[in-house]
């Protein structure tokens, strides 16, 4: 795995690095082409605004894929009241390039050097990249290296919550079974 506070720099260093794409530097969110997420199709037009895409490409994109009128309650809920509130503190929110896909089987090092492959690229909010924290395997070190870059900004815990629902539904959507409660469990918290 190498070193973690050296691969909490490098991955602030990706996610303050200015696009490549003419869109995301325009302010654009998503990415040229869409993807996959494991198994999942993963959609990313090209979006103005990060809320609507995360809404609509992320969220909202694994709850139908879901076909469960309980987690479509939900999330329409955390939608609708709650998901503008979460962003106020973050202020402007300007598209970073991310991995996507985050998690522990697909860091490594090449050289001695942090890597990362497999990913799920697109432009986004930098702190997207930490929903998939839970099985990622990020230490203090990492953490700390990382927001000396790119400080925490106010509510990062609860949109962190956030960030990884999209993941849990993923995983529900691929696997089923064990993860419909935890959907469940984070959008009652979040709403």
């Known amino acids: 795995r190498g070193d973690q506070g050296a691969f909490g720099e490098a991955l602030a260093a990706m996610h303050?690095?200015?696009p490549s794409h003419?869109?995301?530097r325009?302010?654009?969110f998503g990415f040229e082409m869409n993807n996959t997420i494991g198994e999942t199709r993963q959609p990313n037009p090209w979006t103005m605004n990060w809320v609507e895409f995360w809404r609509d490409q992320?969220?909202?994109h694994q709850v139908k894929l879901a076909r469960d009128p309980t987690l479509s309650a939900l999330t329409e809920k955390v939608v609708d009241?709650?998901?503008d509130d979460m962003f106020s503190a973050c202020g402007t929110i300007t598209p970073s390039?991310?991995?996507g896909d985050l998690w522990s089987g697909n860091i490594g090092t090449v050289g001695g050097k942090p890597s990362v492959f497999d990913p799920a690229v697109y432009y986004g909010h930098h702190e997207a990249d930490f929903g998939m924290s839970w099985c990622a395997g990020f230490n203090g070190a990492f953490r700390e290296a990382y927001h000396a870059k790119i400080p925490k900004a106010p509510g990062f815990e609860e949109r962190?919550?956030?960030y990884k629902l999209y993941h849990i539904l993923n995983h529900y959507n691929m696997f089923g079974g064990g993860y419909y409660g935890e959907c469940v469990s984070i959008l009652k918290?979040?709403?």
């Open 97 to 99: 390039l991310l991995h």
């Open 22 to 24: 003419d869109e995301a």
């Open 26 to 28: 325009n302010g654009a």
């Open 16 to 18: 303050a690095a200015p």
């Open 81 to 83: 009241k709650r998901l």
């Open 58 to 60: 992320r969220l909202m």
């Open 160 to 162: 962190a919550e956030m």
């Open 189 to 191: 918290a979040l709403s």
